[in-house]
């Protein structure tokens, strides 16, 4: 293994980060699958509700992993993840969205340079 997440920030509404923590048990997921895979230490999970309070953790913390789960527009979404992965270009950047088909115009007119993964979400 390469590299090691031991820090991930997730940048989520309230809505989100409630239903991670109470529908999806997000932690315990991660839990078995490190577990299934015989690894230890399960990543740390921070969230940030807003893309200025996910720029202050940025700043005053150390993280391996930032992933973008914001339910306002999608070029929003994918506009913070071009700004964190501009600010810190070393660190992983996924954006998670609902809406595909803004994204995928929305990339498509940045051209495929962008460094960031994007992923829909359902």
């Known amino acids: 293994m390469q590299n090691r997440i031991i820090e991930i920030l997730l940048i989520c ?3 989100d980060k409630f239903s991670l923590e109470e529908d999806g048990r997000i932690d315990e997921r991660l839990f078995e699958e490190y577990v299934s895979l015989g690894l230890r230490y ?3 999970i921070s969230t940030a509700g807003t893309g200025e309070d ?3 953790e940025l700043e005053t913390g ?3 992993l930032v992933v973008v ?3 306002v527009f999608a070029t929003q979404a994918i506009d913070l993840g ?3 992965r501009s600010r810190y270009p070393e660190t992983p950047v996924v ?3 609902r809406f595909w088909n803004e994204v995928s115009t929305h990339l498509t007119n940045m051209g495929s340079d ?3 993964q994007v992923f829909a979400w359902l």
Do not use: E, Q, W
Request: glycine letters at 4%; hydrophobic letters at 40%.
């Open 13 to 15: 509404s309230n809505y």
């Open 42 to 44: 399960p990543p740390r």
């Open 54 to 56: 996910a720029l202050r």
């Open 62 to 64: 150390s993280y391996d």
């Open 69 to 71: 789960m914001l339910n």
């Open 82 to 84: 071009l700004d964190i």
């Open 95 to 97: 954006v998670l969205t």
């Open 114 to 116: 962008h460094g960031i």
